[in-house]
């Protein structure tokens, strides 16, 4: 068995790579809500097109014994990251996967980026049921007619054993187009790096100090992970460093004169099956919030080549210690440790 550490795997074509942070439309669809009876009208009417629903026994997640309500229990959303490099929805992937937890209690955001890669058993989908990479549950959910996000979303329960109670999944127009309705982000770069724009494949350089970033360039700012300043300056960094902007930046005076706008592309861009009291719950626990917090939990582990197919293979017992935290967080009852990632041959 060939072992690669995540920094020498060979790179994918760039048109297959995307890591972005899937925050900014959570944030947006908040901000949208928070300038009253216009705005709340104008973001309805863009939402009617994006509600999916996941057709789940009474609205809720199978992990769960009842449901939830988001004023008062600690919740799980899963944020996707949807490539469709082609016309056609089955070719597409959840190349970026998030859970995170929010707790009214304490107005904690807890992240934890679900590795694209991870070696999982995926069920429910037909002759291709078997091991895979956690990420193709979106592509077989689909070709299948079981449900691309439904698969996907089961399937990131299952390795997290920890109940997901909406989703947000969006493409990668959706996070430029938000970032260049709301005036770009400053961020506080640093240290220097490059990474290719998503779009025209031209390089985009990134120096020291403060940057005033559009949407094309803050893609890339969050995106960037096989450059040697990884290590030093990580992806989780500067994707903290970017949701910290983009809430300055939801929150200014200006955003109102904008929300026409953002809830065009929220309409365009997003799926999500949370409805519209939800999200407005969401909205004035959380964005209005002064004493809101953000944590990462992360999952170790290291890329295998199993069989010429390169799996990222979890450390089970850091697998396990994410997953009971997250089941704290929630206030779940404890139970044994359970998951569908596979790491033997």
Known sequence: MEKKSRSSKKAKPKNKVMKITLLVILISLLT???????????????????KVDLNREGNKSDLREEDVSFKKDPIS????????????????????????TLDPDTSEINLITVPRDARVKIENA????????????YNYGSITGYGAIKLQLETVEKLLNIPIDNFIAVNFDGFRDIVDALGGVTIDVKEDFWEDNFYDRKRIEFHKGEAHLNGEEALAFVRMRKRAVNASYSREERQRQFLTATINQAKSTNTIFKIGQIADILGKNVETDLNS???????????????????????????????????????????EKVSMELRKILKLKEEKFKTNAVIER
């Open 277 to 319: 009291n939800e999200i407005y719950a969401l909205q004035k626990q959380y964005l209005n919030s002064k004493n809101i917090s953000t944590k990462t939990l992360e999952i170790q582990g290291e890329d295998q080549y199993i069989n010429d197919v390169s799996y990222f293979m979890p450390d089970m017992e850091s697998l």
């Open 126 to 137: 037909g002759e291709y049921t078997g091991i895979h990479k956690i990420n193709a549950a």
């Open 32 to 50: 949208v809500t928070s300038y009253g009876a216009y705005a709340f009208v104008k973001f309805k009417n863009a939402y009617d097109s994006s």
């Open 77 to 100: 959303i899963l944020l996707l990251g949807v490539e469709n490099y082609s016309s056609k929805a089955e070719d597409g992937r959840a190349d970026t996967q998030m859970v995170i």
